[in-house]
């Protein structure tokens, strides 16, 4: 296949796939309108709780820090390993960061 096929086909590709996504979810939620909520409502209270800590933590720590990984020293971000605890704040640079959740994903951690 040459690359100008390839990218068209890979573009329909993905479109196909989001639409059925998308239609299985309509389907879903059609069928299972009272669990559909229960999700909507939890996935809401969970970024709230998110922003919410992430707002909190800026207030408590302004001056930004450096990455408590040992041995680096990259700008740290604020990291939440707990949105239930606002104030309980990793400094991890975007590296790290980005590793850390990566690994809270794999053990099963939704963040
Ligand atoms: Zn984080
Ligand atoms: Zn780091």
Redesign the pocket.
Known sequence: MIDEEKKAYMKKYRRDNLYLHNQYQKWWIRINPEAARAIRKRWNEKNKEKKRAGYLAIKEYPEVRDCEFEGCTNIG?????DYTKPLLI?W?CLQH?KS??NRLLEGGVV?
Do not use: G, M, N, V
């Open positions: 971000h604020r990291h939440h390993p990793l991890l960061h850390e959740h963040i």
